[in-house]
T-cell receptor, first 114, second 112 residues
Framework: EPEVTQTPSHQVTQMGQEVILRCVPI?????FYWYRQILGQKVEFLVS????????KSEIFDDQFSVERPDGSNFTLKIRSTKLEDSAMYFC????????????FGPGTRLTVL | KQEVTQIPAALSVPEGENLVLNCSFT??????LQWFRQDPGKGLTSLLL?????REQTSGRLNASLDKSSGRSTLYIAASQPGDSATYLC???????????FGKGTMLLVSP
């Protein structure tokens, strides 16, 4: 079965640096999401993306965050100036209406901000 | 705002036991409900999806039920095995939205 893939699996960065997390969605899926999970806490929604634009975003998704689909296959999350509290597991998810809107998650990128 | 609660937070059982994990939610206007499995430090694996019009779904030893009127879902695991040890997450897709709201999960440990 096709899978969502994410790179890198682990990213360590210094506070204030920019990071880009990458996701390759399942082919033919049209809806893309980023979620994050701070250690020991719930999985939280960040942003959803459809038809090359943001469709929804949470209050977490401030001006430091951006998403894009640069080449029609990858889906990226950029954090411009990382903070210590950005340390978390970041999950990409994709969805198709043809599977009852089931969301499929990637393996995640563990971001550690020092 | 949808709130999702999972009880218990942790559960330890001997191998072979049947067990039930609980999920409750405050807003019954849901489109579907998904149960996920998460292994330590890993991603989320979708186990079962129940549409709002359905009462239950089954996959192998797993059975998930949904009672929208009472705001509850249960995940039943039959004949538990050590390989079932993981955290189980309940997540809801609200009608009119495209985002999932997650519970905090139940950490299950099945001992041999």
């Amino acid at each position: 079965e096709p899978e969502v893939t994410q790179t890198p699996s682990h990213q360590v960065t210094q506070m204030g640096q920019e990071v880009i997390l990458r996701c390759v969605p399942i082919s033919n899926h049209l809806y893309f999401y980023w979620y994050r999970q701070i250690l020991g806490q719930k999985v939280e929604f960040l942003v959803s993306f459809y038809n090359n634009e943001i469709s929804e975003k949470s209050e977490i998704f401030d001006d430091q965050f951006s998403v894009e689909r640069p080449d029609g296959s990858n889906f990226t999350l950029k954090i411009r100036s990382t903070k210590l509290e950005d340390s978390a597991m970041y999950f990409c998810a994709t969805q198709t209406p043809y599977r009852n809107n089931e969301q499929f998650f990637g393996p995640g990128t563990r971001l550690t901000v020092l | 705002k949808q709130e999702v609660t999972q009880i218990p937070a942790a559960l330890s059982v001997p191998e072979g036991e049947n067990l039930v994990l609980n999920c409750s939610f405050t807003d019954s206007a849901i489109y579907n409900l998904q149960w996920f499995r998460q292994d330590p430090g890993k991603g989320l694996t979708s186990l079962l999806l129940i549409q709002s019009s359905q009462r239950e779904q089954t996959s192998g030893r797993l059975n998930a039920s949904l009672d929208k009127s009472s705001g509850r879902s249960t995940l039943y695991i039959a004949a538990s095995q050590p390989g079932d040890s993981a955290t189980y997450l309940c997540a809801l897709l609200n009608s009119g939205y495209s985002t999932l709201t997650f519970g905090k999960g139940t950490m299950l440990l099945v001992s041999p």
